[in-house]
């Protein structure tokens, strides 16, 4: 074991895999210096300048460019900064890589991965500072992932990276400075399994990337109130772990889904209606979602933290779901 | 910098320059008070200053009318006090106080007042191009008078809503200012590595917009280049593009040491200081330089009084960050 920073631990990935795999490179702004906050640190050094490609500000071609790469033998890492700015390449990432091998008959496939940090920072105001993993989540054809500590940001980045479909890789800027162990060796962890990050008997809470932390530090806090809550990472969106969500709140009766992502229409609504749908008889509560109101993220840390999905706010969602059912 | 026939007292304009002078002046004084409020915490999010670029800013919005539009950038600050913006509220803006030019809302990157025609900075790069020549397509259908200016780096020629937007200005004749404040670099990366063919300009041209290139940090030089484009624009004869070259003196955020550059690259720039060169000609041109000192000591003056104003200004309401979402299904109807 070493310790390692969130950061480090994607920075190991990308080299572990392109060290084993020459068809493996990385593509996008500012990556010969190190890409904007450090993943690339070194790399272009290590790779040079074919492997660890300096791009111009054209998202739409640095995503197209790498369907195109995918399809004729190369593995492309597509960094595009922000999750934000990823939105200058939906079409190439919607309407292209995501259909290309069910439209063209399974002729080929589309094995990249779309680096795009997500989330609330400090004061990056409404255009740096979105959560909209549930978009990607409701398109056939894209795998989601959304890491939440060192260990996995490795494991399922190496993962992503060996994967033949496209993938969606969302990483949360205000978890680059986290420090957590890595195993030696090839650390691998498989896409689509939940992380029991705490177990518990009396409620479920499903959660994942920058909300894993919150998720337990209101858990301690509950835990001193007699609550024990088990709390669920889901590491990959999709495909989700169906079978650790159902099996958890089987045995608690209850289940809490907490994103950092405005509620409405974000990735809770699906488990909870997955959950609601296949256990119906066994909730002692109704399922509930807690995540962002439908603003757009301020920059005044006054509104911005309205915005702020808080342990405090989820230690009292968990309280009214801990409460006798009212009949209305 | 060479004395030209321009320079000589009788036929410079140097009330106007010494007007000018001063913008500059104020600029500079808003960005190293707000990198100073950075470093203090009272910045919150990131800021790009644009301090070397001045003259780009006040050479064109200070041909601009308060009626004109204008869009601006990430690095917006001077083109945002060059149109005519209360520094006070900008720099509560960017604290996140009460009375920001957006309330607190948006912060450095999203500074926008309606009130003088800024129609906002972007943090997209590229994205106010097609939204300026929509401004312009409007101002057209309206058969005004008024015109755009879309300012932006030379970094956002490389994205498709540049090429996109320029051509629609063209098909449809629209009054608008296209002008590349090219410094040099797109956040750590040198933009000519990454940029095709002869840039900006050419590519202007090569859609049919008349395209000019200036020394950026020569003040009279934007000046003069930015008023007979705007003249043309101003007259109906379509789309201009014009290119200021420049170097931005600070790294890509107020964080960044740019250590990516070569210190004598940087040196030689310092010695091309935009507002130093203005003085140099309007010291030529006769003025004291008892004036020159005593209009820089004012505007710092004036803007350390604004920052000072600024870190004593109380914090928008929370409840603010419900409000102005939208009308049909307005958050505050039903939270969440
Ligand atoms: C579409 C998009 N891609 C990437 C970024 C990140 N980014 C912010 S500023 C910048 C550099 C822009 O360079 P340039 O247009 O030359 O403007 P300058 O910063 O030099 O003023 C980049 C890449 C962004 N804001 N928007």
Redesign the pocket.
Known sequence: MTMSTYLEAGRRAVIEEMERDASVWALG??LGRGGVFGQYKGLQEMFGTGRIADTP?S?ACIMGAAVGAAMTGTRPIVEM?FSD?AL?AVDELVNQAAKARFMFGGQMRVPLVVREPVGMWRSSAAQHSQSLESWYTHIPGLVVVAPSTPADNLGLLKAAIRCDDPVVYMEHKNLWGLEGELPEGDHMVPLGKADIAREGRDVTLVTWSGMRQGCLKAAETLASDGIEAEVIDLRTLWPWDRDAVMASVEKTGRLLVVHEAVTVSGFGAEIAASVAEALHFRLKAPVSRLGAPRIPVAYAPTMEDEARVSPARIVAAVRKTMQPAEVS | MTEGPGLRRDNFDWERFLELLGLMHRIRAFEEEAIAGQKEGLVLGAI?PSIGQEAVAAGVCGNLETADLMLS???GHGHTLAKGADGLAMMRELFGRKGGTCGGKGGSMHIADFGVGMLGAN?????NIPIATGAAHALKLQGSRQIVTCI?????VN?GPFMEGLNWARVFDLPVLFVC?D?N???TTR?REMTGGAGAGARAESLGIETTEVDGNDLTAVDAAARAAIDAVRAGQGPRFLTCHTY?MTG?TSVDPAAYRPAQEVEEWRGNDPIARLEVALRMAGIEDAQLTELHRSEAAAMAEIARTARETDWPEAAGAFTDVQDVGDPRERAY
């Open positions: 702004e500012d500000i998202e900064r700015f200058c | 790009h950038t990430h690095r943090g997209v790069v590229g994205a932006f780096g030379d970094g956002a994205r404040e410094n670099f797109s956040a933009t931005r890509h």
